[in-house]
């Protein structure tokens, strides 16, 4: 599925509060790179550079579910880099996990709201590790009113993209 980055940029913005608060300017399209677009802004004087991409493939018995896509987000002024986030669409049930598989490899996250994320920095360079080697991905989640969700998402373009971010954070 390939989506505009403008629009893409649009709904992340929209889902996840990153651009227009009072302390953020604009978010910046930098590139795209086949299945992944890549962005930054500038939040308190410091850059916040991040990627993002649409699953190519949402499976799940739901009747309505909203935005779905991954975020790897880097903050160089809180040495934060490769940070994974899934968001759903929908609340995750409660205490639940997401499985993400990659290839042979595969991670458990924790779920707060529509955001699924790795428990630790280790964990959030493994996934990335593997997303540069793999083709695709998929992403195993469970709503609040329990209906299961399989979302697959292309890699093509994932490391040319985390480049472009590399290199605009400064890393």
């Given at each position: 599925?390939?989506?505009?980055?403008?629009?893409?940029?649009?709904l992340v913005a929209l889902?996840?509060?990153?651009?227009?608060?009072?302390?953020?300017?604009?978010?910046?399209?930098?590139?795209?790179?086949?299945?992944?677009?890549?962005?930054?802004?500038?939040?308190?004087?410091?850059?916040?550079?991040?990627?993002?991409?649409?699953?190519?493939?949402?499976?799940?018995?739901?009747?309505?579910?909203?935005?779905?896509?991954?975020?790897?987000?880097?903050?160089?002024?809180?040495?934060?880099?490769?940070?994974?986030?899934?968001?759903?669409?929908?609340?995750?049930?409660?205490?639940?996990?997401?499985?993400?598989t990659i290839g042979n490899?595969?991670?458990?996250l924790f779920t707060d709201?529509?955001?699924?994320?790795?428990?630790?920095?280790?964990?959030?360079?493994?996934?990335?590790?593997?997303?540069?080697?793999?083709?695709?991905?998929?992403?195993?989640?469970?709503?609040?009113?329990?209906?299961?969700?399989?979302?697959?998402?292309?890699?093509?373009?994932?490391?040319?993209?985390?480049?472009?971010?590399?290199?605009?954070?400064?890393?």
């Amino acid at each position: 599925m390939s989506i505009n980055p403008c629009r893409l940029v649009a709904l992340v913005a929209l889902l996840i509060g990153l651009a227009l608060p009072a302390a953020a300017q604009e978010v910046q399209y930098l590139e795209t790179n086949r299945d992944w677009h890549a962005f930054q802004f500038t939040e308190n004087g410091n850059t916040v550079c991040y990627m993002a991409s649409r699953p190519t493939r949402e499976e799940g018995n739901y009747t309505r579910r909203g935005e779905v896509f991954v975020l790897v987000t880097h903050r160089p002024a809180e040495s934060s880099r490769n940070v994974i986030s899934f968001i759903s669409g929908y609340t995750f049930q409660a205490d639940s996990e997401v499985t993400v598989t990659i290839g042979n490899d595969s991670f458990s996250l924790f779920t707060d709201g529509e955001t699924a994320w790795a428990r630790d920095t280790a964990t959030d360079s493994q996934i990335v590790g593997a997303m540069q080697a793999g083709a695709n991905m998929v992403v195993r989640g469970t709503s609040s009113r329990g209906t299961v969700t399989t979302d697959t998402y292309s890699l093509f373009g994932f490391t040319a993209t985390l480049d472009a971010i590399d290199t605009a954070c400064g890393f």
